[in-house]
């Protein structure tokens, strides 16, 4: 094991609190993500379920701490009309779905379903709004249906399906990709949509004020972010978007394997991960120039590894297995969040079940927790605590004439007092040892959990569901104000002081 790499934790800088809702998911219509995900169907007498929403999902998420569920869309929701989905179920008109895979939608999960469904979770809903096919007045209603106490149309109606209260939803998307699938809009024009459609959404939610969110920019596209702060006030816009995804070609089928990939494909896919940091900062400058005082947040609503199918399925579904790749993908990505707690205060998986980098798969009455599950489940200790900011000096993961700083490590103080370090080495094939210098934090004790497994390619299946889990991790020591700690080949610990 090296030792050069060196870590230093500021505990007595400690300002800014890492939201929770950074560890935000997302669920779309598609695939196989809430159709044969989170809703089996009413009256499925086979999978224990309330309400059609299966209940060993509802466990694990819960034990996970999701904080907030984004939905319907992604690009659906700029197709969905959400009256649609209210009502009597046999009642509900049969769509298609054209951006995921030409399915049927039935409509049978909508906006009671996932709201419901929400109170179950003890997660806030996140609702995305349809701008580019949708109407001004068609928001105006769902915001009206969903948030208004009485005597209203649009919450008698609510009343008359059954619903008495509201659900008083805070976080509102106005569109999705509005560059892209969501209308293939320029920027000054959707800024100005932005201001229509915002203005008619009422901004009293119970007792406190709803929170908007702006279509962003993907990746590095900076005029977008640019031309938005300029043109929006932050008196009209809480929140603004940004999605980055992991991947290495846009073509079908030329993206690698979820499974089999090779060691460049590895070392690419977690240049693209680590290139948050560098976009993070870059949209953020931009926003310091029009909000230096930081009153509009921003939130990475779409993020994670995208690969090819898995051979069989329906290219339409994007479903894709999950490795310890997704593992240290998962764990250095929610380390750089941390790190810019202070402007990134929400920020989506993309998505929780059976797409993309899911932390959830099912298959018939079985679900697999995916190594990214075990990475969220580990770190929600950091939700809502107070980021230590911390210096890192890495080692080198090198591929070549290219290179990666081998370890990432994020720490934070939780409201008990308690002190929690994370820490990733994404090299596949080589241990670190890291000396941290504790800086006068005083500790009362040292544990810690570790997730790791011989090869990156490593995952958990049908047949062996534990193969990758978080176990007790005893390569840490500490002696008076300095910790050592040894990380095995690609592995995330955590580590409670
Ligand atoms: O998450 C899958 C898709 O990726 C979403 O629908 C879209 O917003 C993005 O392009």
Redesign the pocket.
Known sequence: ASAQNKVTINAGDGKTVISKHIYGH?A?H?GRSIYDGFYVGDNNTKIPNKNGVRLDVVNALKKMKIPNLRWP?????DTYHWKDGIGPKAKRPKIVNT??GGVTEDNSFGTHDFLNMCELLGTEPYLAGNVGSGTVQELSDWVQYVNFEKNSPMANLRQQNGRQAPWNVKYWGVA??AW???GNMKPDYYANLYRQYSTFMNNKVGDGKIFRIASGASDNDYTWTETLMKNIPSTMMEGLAM?H?SVLSWGEGKKSSATQFTDEEYFKTMQQALLMDELIEKHSAVMDKYDPEKKVALIVD?WGG?YNVEPGTNPGF?YQQNTMRDAVLAGSTLNIFHKHAERVRMANL??AIN??QAVILTKGDKILLTPTYHVLEMYNVHQDATLLPVSVKSDDFTFGKDKLPAVSVSASRDKAGKVHISLVNIDPTKPQEISVDLNGIKSSGLTGRILTSANVRDHNTFENLTKIKPVAFNGAKLSSDKLTVTLPPVSVVVLEL
């Open positions: 997302f779309e598609l869309g992604g690009c659906f929701a951006w995921w999705n990709e892209g699938c969501g999605h995804y779409e995208w994007l993309a998505q797409v993309l």
